[in-house]
């Protein structure tokens, strides 16, 4: 798998670019001679602004030593939700049974410990989380 960042294109600088590499290669083929490109498709077109680089397949051991999971808090269990929403919208699934409270984690009996869990194509564990006052 490889891994960047980028931007997306709008459709019109899409299509522009795409019609260009087209006529680019009936040129070309025209005057006999070859291109060794790779042709990418107009959906694909994107600018990419870090390349990575190539991910192994490896499984990630929440379990093993080194990093469990990084931790991002939120402000409200609403924002907690929303993140869940967010993910599942673009078929990214909470996992462990989130979101939910973790009683075994909150600072006392009118304090909450509310996450949502998921994880990175690169399978980084992530956590976004409410700790506070318990909001009805």
């Known amino acids: 798998m490889r891994i960047f960042v980028g931007v997306e294109l709008s459709d019109e600088v899409k299509d ?5 590499a087209d006529a680019l290669r009936r040129r070309l083929a025209d005057a006999g001679l070859r291109l060794d490109a790779k042709w990418v498709p107009r959906d694909n ?12 397949d490896a499984a990630n051991d929440y379990d093993g030593p080194g990093v469990n999971h990084i931790a991002i808090g939120a402000q ?3 924002e907690v939700d929303a993140t869940a ?14 979101p939910r409270h973790r009683p075994e984690f909150s600072q006392g009996p009118d304090q909450t410990y509310y996450q949502v869990m998921f994880e990175s194509p690169d399978r980084v564990l992530f956590e976004v989380v409410y700790t506070g006052p318990q909001q009805g």
Do not use: D, N
């Open 16 to 20: 522009a670019a795409s019609s260009a």
């Open 45 to 56: 077109l994107h600018i990419t602004l870090w390349f990575i680089g190539e991910v192994k």
């Open 85 to 98: 929403a967010y993910l599942s919208g673009r078929g990214v699934p909470a996992l462990f049974e989130t």
């Open 76 to 78: 409200s269990q609403a």
